[in-house]
């Protein structure tokens, strides 16, 4: 924000595209008013050529909306702004990609969905359930053509937006089903060597995930149709020290009561933790996945730049707010309780990565896809 020093005798001179200044005249006092309404002022002619460099960086510090529409599941909103388009739902990004290179920008929790290749190095089909903007639909498009991708979205506007805004594409190794994602199990035979799961929605507390989808039930229903090496790859917005970890501990007690094995991966630079949940009881230790990692890059598997710096984050121990906690199941899922329990909204960002303020006031951050965590 830009504050002028303060002058005698300063006429103050409020931009038009900002809140107009207050009625009654131009007084010490009003003049004051005017600058904290609009944090862009200017008392001589001297600061005219600071000013119109302000105003030059934020008028390209907009965004532009190039998208919106509500369905029934989402208000669904498409912004550019310096190169990056991002995807939000609600009052939540879900989904950042750079214009330039559509396999760069995105959110970096999303790389720890290659990470099942450690403990199945010959995967050959992969079920997502969700969509968003599909930045590992396409990641798994690129890095991995040979791998059939079957991806389940229960909104079919999200799947039209994915596809003219975001590039994501259906071949004939990716599929797209509008279904909900646990429909979808119980309907096929198939089996998966890994089923990723990053579905959220809305709520009066901010997004979660929607409760038939985090039940022993639904983990039971998973883990039939993974194969004997399979894995699940569950997304949780939360942290393991305060924030939403009441939730991160009841996913992480639900999935251990169905698969013998959960690994965490936290980001380090969002709220999100990548649960890794495997069929095999094999026990992983980090110097186990090393040498797996090394097996993959002699097989030429290892295609993404920072698949080593997010294989660093592996966390064997279980969080401690999964101790006691209440198995969730599809007679007993009380996330709402559990979101109540959670800091407001105001005080943290409510959901997945980082709140949505106003189109015009938008700030994104770039993000490269090989940058690594400080």
Request: charged share 20%; with cysteine; hydrophobic share 40%.
């Amino acid at each position: 924000m830009f504050t002028p020093p303060k002058t005698q005798g300063a006429g103050l001179v409020a931009w038009r595209w900002m809140i107009p200044p207050l009625p009654g005249g131009e007084g010490r006092g009003e003049g004051k008013r005017v600058i904290e309404r609009t944090a862009v002022a200017f008392p001589k002619p001297r600061w005219t050529c600071l000013l119109l460099a302000c105003f030059v960086c934020v008028r390209f510090a907009f965004s532009a909306v190039v998208f919106e529409t509500t369905s029934p599941y989402h208000h669904i909103r498409v912004v550019d702004q310096q190169g990056i388009r991002t995807l939000s739902f609600d009052q939540s990004q879900e989904t950042r990609m750079s214009l330039r290179n559509p396999l760069t920008g995105h959110f970096s929790y999303t790389e720890f969905f290659h990470m099942p290749w450690l403990w199945n190095p010959k995967m050959k089909s992969v079920l997502m359930i969700g969509l968003g903007g599909g930045s590992i639909q396409r990641a798994y498009q690129r890095s991995y053509p040979d791998v059939v991708v079957d991806t389940v979205e229960l909104d079919p506007t999200v799947v039209e937006v994915a596809k003219k805004y975001f590039f994501v594409t259906e071949t004939p190794t990716h599929k797209i089903q509008v279904l909900d994602g646990r429909l979808h199990l119980r309907r096929t035979q198939k089996k998966y060597d890994a089923i990723i799961l990053d579905a959220y929605k809305s709520s009066r507390y901010g997004s979660f995930i929607p409760y038939h989808l985090v039940t022993k039930e639904f983990f039971e229903l998973a883990r039939e149709h993974l194969t004997d090496d399979g894995v699940v790859a569950y997304n949780v917005i939360g942290n393991l020290q305060g924030w939403r970890t009441d939730i991160l501990g009841a996913v992480y007690a639900t999935l251990k009561s169905v698969f013998p094995q959960v690994y965490l991966f936290p980001a380090s630079d969002s709220w999100n933790i990548v649960m890794i949940a495997t069929r095999n009881a094999e026990a992983f230790t980090y110097a186990k996945l090393g040498r797996q990692a090394n097996e993959l890059a002699a097989r030429n598997r290892l295609s993404m730049p920072s698949f080593r710096t997010r294989m660093a984050a592996f966390r064997v121990s279980a969080p401690p707010s999964s101790n006691g906690t209440q198995v969730l199941t599809d007679d007993f899922a009380p996330l709402d309780g559990l979101l109540a329990r959670a800091p407001s909204a105001g005080a943290r960002h409510p959901l997945n990565r980082i709140p949505v303020p106003e189109a015009s006031q938008i700030q994104t951050n770039r993000e490269d896809s090989t940058k690594e965590p400080p």
